[in-house]
């Protein structure tokens, strides 16, 4: 819609076509005779701009966004292009209704404003990293638990300077890391994988790293999302116990005697065995523990499994020893009766588990049953 104002007479409206006539609600004949004012419809808090920017001097255009009400006296806002008429005080006006695009502007902001502080909000370092050719890792957005993380501050993040997270992996990590965004980049399938970061002070903590391509820049370079999980605490717990399980693997194997552990749900999936009990079984480490999977029940008679776990069950009720006895089947092919005796222990955790011994009495059975014979 257009009309043409006088700037000398408080932005009266001398002429119009009829798509402002129509929003304004003022017949074209009202008009014409100078009933409206410019000035009385636009909001007042953007009269002032509206006049200084219309009248100022030398601008044979002009270029300017405010707020004017409808018929209905509901604001609206619009863009308006003036061309003031030479040698004259009047100027033409042009306006677009652009207050739905201002509107869908404004929540989309208001959405952006509130993700970002609900990203702000995960305990979790999220961020958002360009590829570059150079298989850089250019930084474009941190959440403040990843700058918290890495001793940064989104300032820094956001400055001239380029803030490259390639140069926080732990350079025994790089190689994989590397690799994993390489293949992402030619599979489309995201990155899971834990990798040691450099944080705050020179500090190496282990993290839970996952990204995903989110899209590719004009160049071509692609924009992962990432997010950083602080698994340390975990990591060091698991290497502290794998330490000790190593250590009592290592004396657990050199004990005397053909010795095991177990847990109590699975009585019969060995966990760690000695020497002396490899000997007796006839079969190597790797046999037992990769072939049979560590299922001593792999070696029993089958009709005695349930009996023998049976007995180990109603042994164990409420003391912390149980024992069964059952039959073996050797690599040699012997058939070899054993009994099985187990002292159950607990855990700092809780958690219960048995270490056994096995003992052959197969020439005792034999004995015992020759006897019963006679």
């Known amino acids: 819609m257009s009309c043409e104002v006088d700037k000398a007479d408080n932005l009266k409206v001398v002429s119009s076509d009829s798509h402002f006539s129509d929003f304004t609600g003022v017949h074209p004949s009202k ?17 002032e701009t509206v006049r200084r920017t219309i009248c100022k001097k030398d601008s044979q255009y002009v270029y300017l966004d405010f707020t004017i009400l409808n018929k209905d006296g509901e604001a609206v806002y619009v863009h308006c292009t003036g ?23 404004v929540e989309l902001k208001n959405k952006a404003d509130i993700m970002k502080e609900l990203v702000d909000l995960v305990y979790a370092g999220v961020c958002l990293f360009k590829v570059t050719s150079n298989m850089e890792f250019e930084a474009l957005y941190l959440n403040k638990a990843c700058c918290e993380m890495f001793g940064t501050t989104k300032n820094i993040v956001y400055s001239k300077r380029r803030y490259k997270l390639d140069e926080l992996i732990y350079k025994g990590d790089k190689s994989a890391v590397f690799q994993a965004v390489g293949a992402a980049m030619a599979t489309q399938k995201p990155i899971d994988m834990e990798i040691r970061v450099k944080i705050a ?6 993290c839970k790293f996952g990204a995903a391509i989110h899209r590719y820049d004009d160049d071509g370079c692609p924009i992962f999302h990432g997010i950083f999980s602080d698994i340390n605490n975990v990591k060091m717990a698991e290497e502290d116990a794998d330490e000790e399980r190593d250590l009592m693997i290592k004396i657990f194997k050199n004990l005397p005697g053909p010795l095991f552990t177990a847990s109590l749900d699975a009585p019969f999936i060995l966990d760690v065995v000695s020497s002396d009990f490899i000997k007796l079984i006839g079969y ?4 037992f523990f990769e072939d049979f999977g560590g299922d001593l029940t792999r070696l029993m008679v089958a009709k005695e499994v349930p009996v023998a776990e049976h007995a180990l069950v109603v042994s164990s009720e409420g003391k912390s020893t149980a024992k069964a006895t059952y039959t073996l089947r050797t690599k040699s092919g012997k058939h070899m009766i054993v009994r099985d005796r187990r002292r159950i222990v607990e855990g700092e955790n809780g958690q219960k588990a048995s270490i056994g011994i096995l003992r052959d009495i197969t020439e005792h059975a034999k004995s015992k049953f020759e006897t019963l014979d006679l």
């Not at 008009?31 to 009269?47: A, E, S, T, V």
């Not at 002070?201 to 282990?206: C, S």
């Not at 190597?284 to 046999?287: D, F, G, I, L, Y």
Request: charged share 35%; glycine share 4%; net charge positive.
């Open 83 to 105: 061309n003031n008429v030479e040698g004259t005080t009047r100027c033409r006006l042009t306006l677009a209704d652009v207050s739905r695009s201002q509107k869908q502007s």
């Open 31 to 47: 008009i014409k005779q100078g009933k409206l004012f410019l000035n009385d419809i636009i909001h007042p808090q953007d009269r």
């Open 201 to 206: 002070k020179d500090e190496i903590r282990w």
């Open 284 to 287: 190597s480490r790797k046999e």
